[in-house]
């Protein structure tokens, strides 16, 4: 949870920077790491929803996994996209999940919410927040995958 709090706010730093500065000093996001207590499990569940494929695996043994996904609907495919991967790491099963309260989530962009709300839900995950307009005129929702992390959806 606290690489997971940090990346949220080396995000928001990046965010505030200004994308130009942060490209000037060769700073980019990589890769955004989400904790589950079966990486195996969690790592079907962000494929079948969200259309992406394992990139490769980090780290592999009998206590602890790391399988980076990317998005694409094949291996290769996943491997070529450019943007930032997904690492799904171990997390003991005696560690909390992040919450609504303290507000680190993987953020992701989607074309069409609802149809990722429906693909969340048949997978595992659950609806924490139904769909909502900001005040940027972005459609977002907030759901949460079957390992308890939180995970906002934009549009």
């Known amino acids: 949870m606290k690489?997971?709090?940090?990346?949220?706010?080396?995000?928001?730093?990046l965010a505030a920077a200004g994308t130009a500065r942060a490209q000037d000093a060769g700073v980019h996001v990589r890769a955004a790491r989400v904790l589950a207590t079966n990486p195996e499990t969690l790592a079907a569940f962000y494929e079948k929803s969200f259309g992406m494929s394992e990139t490769r695996r980090a780290a592999?043994?009998?206590?602890?996994?790391?399988?980076?996904?990317?998005?694409?609907?094949?291996?290769?495919?996943?491997?070529?996209?450019?943007?930032?991967?997904?690492?799904?790491?171990?997390?003991?099963?005696?560690s909390p999940a992040s919450s609504n309260a303290s507000l680190p989530a993987l953020i992701?962009?989607?074309?069409?919410?609802?149809k990722t709300?429906?693909?969340?839900?048949?997978?595992?995950?659950?609806?924490?927040?139904?769909?909502?307009?900001?005040?940027?005129?972005?459609?977002?929702?907030?759901?949460?995958?079957p390992d308890g992390n939180l995970v906002e959806l934009v549009m």
């Open 3 to 13: 690489s997971l709090k940090r990346t949220a706010v080396a995000l928001m730093i």
């Open 60 to 94: 592999n043994s009998a206590t602890f996994k790391e399988i980076v996904i990317n998005s694409g609907v094949t291996t290769e495919a996943a491997q070529k996209a450019p943007g930032a991967t997904i690492v799904i790491t171990t997390r003991p099963a005696d």
């Open 108 to 114: 992701l962009q989607v074309t069409d919410i609802q």
């Open 117 to 145: 709300i429906d693909a969340v839900k048949a997978n595992g995950g659950t609806l924490t927040r139904g769909p909502a307009k900001s005040g940027a005129d972005l459609t977002y929702a907030f759901v949460k995958d």
